[in-house]
């Protein structure tokens, strides 16, 4: 099973712009060094991000071009990216994110999905992860961090 059902799965199972910066083929094909903005989030309480706190606040996400590592076995390395939590101009913090295409969401995720251009952050498991669930343009992006 790829990781990517695996990781929504589980993010299901525990309880994250700009559709136009990624390009119409999906975020896999995005040009080298691209970011594109996915939206802002608040973030109800401060939580690990990459093994490192990230304060509870409002931030802009930024998808970068940079696969998780290490890739999975099956897994196109495109689908894992890295997040950045941008707040004041600065990063203040990445982690990796689950990108699940339009046409493969019905597998990870029934109804409650977040509108195209709109965003879910949800506390899950007795607030012990927020989960963060972005969908620009059909594509959705997942990402589950524990709180601190």
Do not use: C
Not at 50 to 56: D, F, S, T
């Amino acid at each position: 099973m790829p990781q990517w059902i695996v990781v929504g799965a589980l993010a299901g199972l525990l309880a994250v712009g700009a559709a136009a910066d990624v390009a119409a083929d999906g975020p896999a094909e995005q040009a080298a060094g691209a970011q594109t903005a996915l939206g802002a989030v608040a973030i109800p309480r401060s939580v690990l991000a990459n093994g490192e706190r990230l304060a509870a606040g409002t931030y802009q996400l930024r998808l970068t071009d940079e696969s998780a590592q290490p890739e999975s076995a099956g897994q196109l390395p495109a689908l894992n990216r890295w997040v950045e939590f941008v707040q004041g101009g600065e990063v203040r913090g990445r982690e990796v994110v689950s990108i699940v295409p339009p046409d493969e969401i019905g597998d990870v995720a029934g109804a409650g999905t977040p509108s195209p251009g709109t965003s879910l952050v949800q506390m899950l498991k007795d607030n012990e992860y927020v989960r963060i669930w972005i969908n620009q343009g059909g594509t959705h992006y997942l990402q589950a961090a524990p709180t601190t």
